[in-house]
């Protein structure tokens, strides 16, 4: 019976892939990828040639058993997301479950998560914090920005540009205006940015802006 491992990928800045990471990429006799495609230039760029197969939240119900029968005949399986580490907010909860009860060693490497550098570098507590990841789209978004309102921690959230003037609306009907909070976007990349203010300011800020990249929103603890 094999091992799986959980390898955390560079969320934008290539470099900060560990040693420990690419020789695993190297060592493992199959790589599970979000998108291969994605994970096929990260393997080209530091020269790894390895078996990629296709593993994403549209079919990981589907996926799971076989997956877990690899290990059980011996294949030394590790799974990527496209940045990050897995399970965080993408795919692996399920495969790690199974792995768990079937009796297979699971092992995660320390690496890459996005809403760590953003938390830190808001300037708000970290002692206690919340991370929240997604809200709902639609149903139940609400319900949830009212349970969270009241929570005594410094929440941290995952956003998509198109909807990010959207929630800090949100936010601040639902948080207060006042309340202070910080956007981090294209965090490693060359146009990584940190914008702090009230939630009121970032909500004016953002406006009329054209955004990109992915998104970690920090808010201030009551």
């Not at 079919?59 to 799974?79: C, Y």
């Not at 995952?158 to 936010?171: A, D, G, I, M, N």
């Not at 956007?183 to 009230?198: A, P, Q």
């Amino acid at each position: 019976m094999s091992k799986l491992t959980l390898v955390p990928t560079p969320i934008g800045n290539l470099e900060d892939i560990t040693l420990r990471a690419l020789r695993v990429l190297r060592e493992a006799g199959l790589i599970l990828a979000e998108d291969t495609r994605t994970t096929g230039k990260l393997l080209k760029h530091f020269d790894i040639q390895n078996r990629l197969q296709s593993y994403h939240i549209h079919n990981e119900h589907q996926s799971v058993q076989k997956v877990v029968d690899m290990l059980v005949a011996g294949t030394e399986i590790a799974l990527v997301s496209d940045a990050g580490t897995p399970g965080i907010s993408d795919p692996g909860f399920l495969l790690v479950r199974a792995c768990i009860e079937n009796n297979i060693e699971v092992e995660c490497l320390p690496g890459a998560t996005a809403f760590v550098p953003a938390l830190v570098k808001s300037g708000f507590p970290t002692d206690r914090f919340f991370f929240e990841g997604f809200l709902p789209h639609k149903k139940g978004r609400q319900t949830r920005l009212k349970a969270l309102a009241g929570l005594p921690y410094t929440l941290v959230f995952y956003e998509s540009p198109h909807r990010l003037v959207k929630t800090l609306e949100q936010f601040a009907r639902y948080f207060g205006n006042e309340r202070k909070a910080s956007v981090s976007r294209e965090l490693t990349k060359i146009h990584e940015e940190t914008v702090r203010g009230t939630l009121e300011e970032l909500t004016t800020f953002y406006k009329d802006k054209k955004i990109k990249g992915e998104i970690v929103i920090v808010v201030d603890r009551p």
